[in-house]
C-alpha cells in the first residue's frame, strides 16, 4: 500500500499565490471586460534587455550546430558565468567569494526550499514573521515541526516577529535555532538590515552553532550604499551564512530561470558525534543527484548581464521598478495610508484602514477598485492587518492603480 507523506497534511491552505490567482480568476469570469490591474504577485513586467536577448539568441544558434552543440552541462553552472558571477557580484565590493563555492541553479525558491534536504531532521528553524511562505511550507513539509497552532504558528518552529516597532527586524531569538531563515531587502515588508544588524546576527550564529539561510533576492534594489547588499560584507559570516541570490526580479528572469546559492567553503555542520562537516559538499552531492544544471543558452544570456552593456540596462529596468515604489509610496501616503518599503526594496507594506482584515481589504480592492495585491496575513499571522503591492508594474498601470485607490 502506497501511503503519503504525512507532514504535507499539516500544511493549513494552499500557496498564497495560487489562491490570490483562483479569486481574481473568479472576479474576472464574473465580470468580462473589467480591467484588473494586478500588483500582488511579485512577478515582472519589462522584457529581457538586448544585450541579454542577443547572448540568448547566440546560445540557442550554438545549440544548432555540431561544432558548438552542449549536451549535460556542470550541474553546479558553467565556468563562465561562476566566474562573472564571483568578479562582478562579489569581488567587485570587497567580498571574496571564489566561483567553485556558487551553484547555478533554477530558481531560488527551489534553493531555499530545499536546502533542509542536506541538514539533519531534528534541527530547529527560526523564521521571521511575516516571511515569504516557502521557508515555514518547506519547513512543515521536512517533517520539523507538529500541526498548526490556533495563532497560526506551527509547532517546533521558532517564529521570530517583524512588526512596525521593531522596523522589522526581528530580536535574536532567545531559544537556539539551528537554522535561522532572514530575508533582506524583506519580502514583504521591504525593510532592509543594516551592517550592525547584519553584524549582530553574524555574531549570533557563531556563539550558537547556527547557520544563516540568507536571502538576496532582492539585493540589486538597494539604493542606500550603507546597506549591505551580502551578507558575506560581514566579518565571519562565511563561517555561517549561505546566501540565495536570483535574476528573477533583477533581470526579468521569472520566466527565463535562473537563480545561484552561495556556500562557503569554511561553512562547517556537524554529524552525530559532533565532528564537523562540510556544508557545501553535501549541497554539491544534492545538487549533482537531484539536478541537471540550468540550459546553456539560458547561462550564457545571464553572464550578458554582468558585462558593461548588460549592467547598464538592467540598471534601467531596476530604476524603473524603483520610480513605480516612489510613485506608490508617494501617492498611498498622501492618500491616507501608513507606508513602509519601497525606498530599497520594491515591494510597498501598507497598513489596512479602519482596522480591516487583510484579506477584507483584498476583496474590497478586487471588487471596487479592481486592483489586486497580496494580504499580510498571508505571509504570517505578524502580517494580519497589512497588505503587500508589487512595484513590478507597467509605469501606466502603476499610475492609473493609485488613481483608482485614491477614488475608493
Excluded at 559570516?237 to 562557503?264: D, H, N, W
Aim: net charge negative; aromatic share 12%; glycine share 8%.
Amino acid at each position: 500500500m502506497a501511503t503519503i507523506n504525512e507532514h504535507y497534511m499539516k500544511l493549513a491552505a494552499g500557496y498564497l499565490f495560487p489562491e490570490i490567482g483562483r479569486r481574481v480568476n473568479e472576479f474576472v469570469k464574473a465580470n468580462p471586460g473589467i480591467k484588473v490591474i494586478r500588483m500582488g504577485i511579485g512577478d515582472v513586467t519589462q522584457p529581457l534587455t538586448p544585450t541579454v536577448v542577443k547572448a540568448f539568441h547566440e546560445g540557442v544558434d550554438e545549440m544548432s550546430k555540431a561544432d558548438t552543440f552542449k549536451g549535460y552541462g556542470p550541474e553546479q553552472g558553467y565556468d563562465f558565468l561562476r566566474e562573472a558571477i564571483a568578479e562582478h557580484a562579489y569581488r567587485s565590493r570587497g567580498v571574496d567569494i571564489p566561483a567553485d563555492d556558487i551553484f547555478i541553479s533554477d530558481g531560488s525558491k527551489c534553493d531555499t526550499g530545499n536546502i533542509q534536504e542536506i541538514f539533519g531532521s531534528d534541527n530547529k528553524i527560526a523564521i521571521c514573521d511575516p516571511v515569504y511562505p516557502v521557508y515555514a511550507d518547506t519547513t512543515v513539509m521536512s517533517g520539523k515541526t507538529g500541526k498548526i497552532q490556533a495563532n497560526g504558528y506551527y509547532e517546533g518552529i521558532i517564529y521570530m516577529p517583524c512588526t512596525a516597532e521593531n522596523h522589522f527586524i526581528p530580536a535574536l531569538p532567545a531559544e537556539s535555532p539551528d537554522l535561522i531563515f532572514l530575508c533582506y531587502p524583506n519580502n514583504p515588508t521591504g525593510a532592509v538590515a543594516t551592517r550592525e544588524e547584519l553584524k549582530k546576527w553574524v555574531e549570533y550564529a557563531r556563539e550558537n552553532r547556527s547557520i544563516i539561510l540568507f536571502d538576496a533576492a532582492y539585493e540589486a534594489f538597494i539604493r542606500d550604499e550603507s546597506i549591505p547588499r551580502s551578507i558575506y560584507e560581514i566579518d565571519g559570516a562565511k563561517e555561517v551564512a549561505i546566501e540565495f541570490r536570483s535574476l528573477s526580479k533583477t533581470a526579468g528572469f521569472t520566466g527565463t530561470r535562473l537563480a545561484y546559492t552561495v556556500i562557503p567553503a569554511e561553512l562547517m555542520a556537524f554529524d552525530a558525534e559532533d565532528n564537523p562537516v562540510q556544508v557545501k559538499k553535501l549541497w554539491n552531492r544534492r545538487h549533482t543527484t537531484k539536478f541537471n544544471g540550468v540550459s546553456y543558452p539560458v547561462q550564457k544570456a545571464a553572464a550578458a548581464i554582468f558585462t558593461p552593456e548588460g549592467k547598464k540596462e538592467v540598471q534601467q529596468i531596476i530604476d524603473y521598478y524603483m520610480e513605480n515604489a516612489s510613485i506608490m509610496k508617494k501617492s498611498l501616503s498622501e492618500t491616507g495610508f501608513t507606508v513602509y518599503g519601497g525606498e530599497n526594496a520594491p515591494y510597498i507594506w501598507v497598513k489596512t484602514p479602519n482596522g480591516m482584515k487583510s484579506w477584507e481589504f483584498f476583496d474590497k480592492l478586487l471588487n471596487e477598485a479592481n486592483v489586486v495585491g497580496t494580504p499580510g496575513s498571508g505571509f504570517g499571522p505578524s502580517g494580519e492587518g497589512y497588505f503587500r503591492f508589487s512595484a513590478f508594474a507597467n509605469r501606466e498601470n502603476v499610475i492609473e492603480a493609485m488613481e483608482r485607490i485614491r477614488n475608493l
